[in-house]
């Protein structure tokens, strides 16, 4: 059975437009994994403000849209746990999308 000429370019189309979209995000989800890798590999043991200075330049150096009030802390014991959410917004072309993401120290 053989398909039309026309489903058959719809069909790579659609599947083109996906890997488009694919390869368009996964940078973003890559710097975020690098973001989660500072914050744990960093330790969190200094003061806020010199951690949330820390990590809004490491975010900058990645391209991540990361200002200091997205940053929250919790202390447990001497140890500090730093929590990260953010939005990228992500221009495809025929629209926009906002991906909300997270990066946390554990």
Do not use: C
């Amino acid at each position: 059975m053989k398909l039309p000429l026309w489903r058959t370019l719809l069909g790579f189309g659609v599947l083109g437009g996906l890997l488009a979209l694919l390869v368009s995000l996964i940078p973003i989800y890559l710097d975020n994994y690098r973001l989660t890798q500072f914050l744990r590999d960093s330790g969190m043991a200094a003061s806020e403000e010199s951690a949330r200075t820390a990590i809004v330049k490491r975010a900058g150096e990645l391209g991540l849209p990361v200002a200091g009030r997205d940053i929250r802390f919790e202390r447990a014991g001497e140890r500090m746990r730093a929590d990260v959410r953010y939005i990228v917004e992500v221009n495809l072309g025929v629209g926009r999308i906002d991906l909300h993401l997270h990066a946390g120290s554990q």
